[in-house]
């Protein structure tokens, strides 16, 4: 006897136990999925095997048949569900049977809530798969044995703390799973009852589910018997490829009970698109929008979503070559039609027809979001979702962006919502006549954006500006430097060419302080040295006594912040040789006083401390905190005495 071939009992992991208790207290209400789960994974290895077989039709082992067979039996109170696909190894079930390898599942377990349908939502996003079977047995018996090798392995579990695992014979390659049913879950010991759960949901599963039927004695009319009663072999679903069917044979239901299956969600999804692109290079394609981001949205080695198959055989889930980056959490499946079945990853790669493929596919599921966003209520689930991984699209892919830019929200100063549902189009809409760019200030939060200084004369002036506070949109707007033929421009560079919407009073007001203003800003720039490049007079604020500005080709401030933050080493005053420039209100009070002060070393203390309250004030952080409350106290205590 080797060693494997005895019987090993091994813990769960702990996240499978906790996993576990959740799903059974939460999911109870919707029991039978555990049947649609068990199928769609029997669905997935038929799959899988048929694509290994393209290479090696040994692993037919002689039995081509591809089938999931559901079966019960109402003495020793089982329900079976065997599929003939690849089956797994040892080492698979001991890996993916017993615990989860999925990214994300750390951050599942801090959401949850002890709400039971709060959490019954949650573990839904996360997916379930085989545990539900727990649902509803008590004891779970899984026999696989992995196609084109010879030992098979029993797994089993009450789905408390353990499992035992060994090794048995098998015949047939595949698994079979055997539900011990709990006490009180003998409706599943009912053929109409199965039945009725594989046509509600696995009806699109594209591989024959069978059931054996009952077929009574047949008599003439005499009664006398014709025929024996007897039992025949039953394809219950409609097992034809749902995306193949026309789209005005399908129903809504249909639709997501397939998305379900090819997305692991337990949940509706927002929308889809269904199409067949007709040509040289035929395909279709059948692509969902999720309600909710997957737990593993911003793990960049997360697999995708989209499955590949040609001509209705099954290739691959993991084609990154299917969908860009920014749309990775589309989900479904591309069947195309004019490839070679026996075509390798590699070549999938650098195939021409593939990323002819994934360029169509893209302007669908752009199309599908256009139309999405004429919805509003259900817009904003999808960009409360998905958004930021939306604005990657700006950044990556520049063939589509002015498509994708039309799909951007952004919270803005016309609601001062954090609520982000302004669009760009929305915007140019509100332009003031005269008003030829697009404002927008970045802050690294919605109330340092909104509370900018920069904003005060906009404000002042009735022009909308645009809050942009998420970490991508720093990369997002040096992306994205034009919408509709109107410049992007942030408020807080550059000079401010407001001009053409001043009055001719205004101007001229303009002119004369700032002729009045020379000397203190030379002695202003003196005081504060190499810290800026140059102190002027601002035409931005109207009750912040000082501004910080950066020039239009410098980084903002805000994302020298970020940069600082991730690690790179640069001042926070400026990369490169580029310093802010320092502007001041000259209509404010403070500003005012200091251009009498006669005492050098106040005026130095005061300049310093407008400078240090401009930074603070863009949500910035000082390089000595201390000397700024000491300088302030110093003033302070001036007054008091
Ligand atoms: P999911 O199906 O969402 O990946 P499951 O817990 O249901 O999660 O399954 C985990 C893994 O176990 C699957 O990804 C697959 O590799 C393997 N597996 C499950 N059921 C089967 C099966 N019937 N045949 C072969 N492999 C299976």
């Known amino acids: 006897m080797t060693v494997e071939a005895k019987k090993e009992t091994l813990g769960f992991q702990t996240e499978v136990k906790h996993l576990l208790h959740l ?6 209400s919707n029991k039978e999925i555990f049947l649609r789960e068990l199928i769609s994974n029997g669905s997935d290895a038929i799959d899988k095997l048929r694509f290994e077989a393209l290479s090696n039709d040994g692993l037919y082992e002689g039995n081509s048949e591809l089938a999931i067979r559901v079966a019960f039996d109402k003495d020793a109170r089982t329900v ?38 709060k959490d019954s939502e949650l573990i839904g996003q996360f997916g379930v798969g085989f545990y539900s079977a727990f649902i509803v047995a008590d004891k779970v018996t899984l026999t696989t044995r ?32 055997v539900l011990h049913l709990k006490e009180g879950e003998d409706e599943f010991l009912d053929s109409y009852r199965l039945r009725s759960i594989i046509t509600k949901f696995s009806d699109h599963i594209s591989v024959p589910i069978i059931m054996d039927k009952e077929i009574p004695a047949e008599t003439d009319e005499d009664g006398k018997e ?38 692991h969600d337990f949940q509706e999804p927002l929308a889809h698109v269904h199409s067949k692109v007709e040509g040289t290079n035929e395909y279709t394609l059948l692509l969902y929008v999720p309600a909710r981001a997957p737990f593993d949205m911003w793990d960049r080695d997360a697999k995708h979503g989209v499955k590949l198959y040609i001509r209705k055989v099954f290739i691959t889930d993991d084609a990154e070559q299917l969908m860009p980056r920014y749309l990775r959490f589309v989900r479904g499946v591309i069947d195309a039609d004019s490839l070679p079945l026996n075509v390798s990853r590699e070549i999938l790669q ?85 008003q030829d760019k697009i404002y927008y200030v970045t802050a690294d939060s919605f109330s340092a954006a909104k509370n900018s200084p920069h904003l005060e004369i906009f404000r002042k002036k009735g022009i909308e500006v645009i809050l942009m506070a998420d970490r991508v949109d720093e990369w997002l707007i040096s992306n994205l430097t034009e919408f509709d ?55 931005r604020l109207t009750d912040s006594p000082a501004c910080l500005v950066t020039g239009d080709n410098d980084m903002s401030l805000n994302m020298e912040r970020i940069m600082k933050e991730a690690g790179q080493s640069m001042n926070m005053m400026g990369m490169g040789g580029s310093k802010p420039i320092f502007e001041i209100n000259p209509t404010h009070a403070l500003v005012t006083s200091i251009k009498d002060e006669q005492d050098d070393d106040r005026f130095a203390d005061i300049t310093n401390i407008l400078f240090d309250q401009a930074i603070l004030s863009e949500g910035g952080q000082l ?19």
Not at 23 to 28: N, P, R, T, V
Not at 149 to 176: L, N, P
Not at 498 to 514: A, G, I
């Open 23 to 28: 799903m059974i207290h939460s999911l109870y």
């Open 80 to 117: 079976t569900v065997t599929d003939s696909g690849i089956g797994m190894t040892r080492e698979e079930v001991q890996d993916h049977i017993g615990t989860i390898a999925k990214s994300g599942t750390k951050q599942f377990f801090e959401k949850m809530t002890g709400d039971e349908a």
């Open 146 to 177: 992995k196609a084109g090798e010879k030992e098979a392995v029993r797994w089993e579990s009450a789905g408390e703390g353990d499992y035992t695992i060994e090794a048995v014979e098998k015949e047939s390659r595949g698994t079979e799973i």
């Open 226 to 263: 014709t025929a024996p009663a007897r039992i025949e072999e039953e394809t219950v679903n409609s097992a034809s490829a749902l995306w193949t069917r026309s789209k005005d044979e399908i129903t809504d239901e249909e639709y997501n009970e397939f998305y379900k299956h090819v997305g």
């Open 350 to 434: 650098q195939s021409k027809q593939i990323s002819t493929i994934k360029a169509g596919a893209v302007k669908k599921v752009l199309g599908l979001l256009k139309t999405l966003s004429k919805d509003a209520e259900k817009y904003e689930k999808f960009w409360s979702e998905f958004g930021n991984v939306i604005k990657e699209g700006v950044i990556e892919d520049h063939k589509n962006k002015d498509a994708i830019a039309k799909l951007l929200r952004f919270s803005s100063t016309h609601t001062d919502k954090e609520k982000q549902d302004v669009s760009l189009e929305d915007y140019v809409s509100r332009m003031k006549e005269g």
């Open 485 to 539: 033929g109107k410049q992007l421009q942030s408020v807080a560079k550059g000079e401010l060419d407001l001009d053409k919407l001043d009055t001719e009073e205004e101007k001229k007001e303009k002119e004369e302080t700032s002729k009045d203003f020379e000397s203190i800003l030379k002695q202003m720039k003196e005081v504060l040295g190499d810290k800026v490049s140059e102190v002027r007079v601002t035409n």
């Open 623 to 641: 390089d000595d905190p201390a000397a700024f409350v000491h300088k302030l106290n110093g003033l302070l205590q001036g007054l008091l005495k």
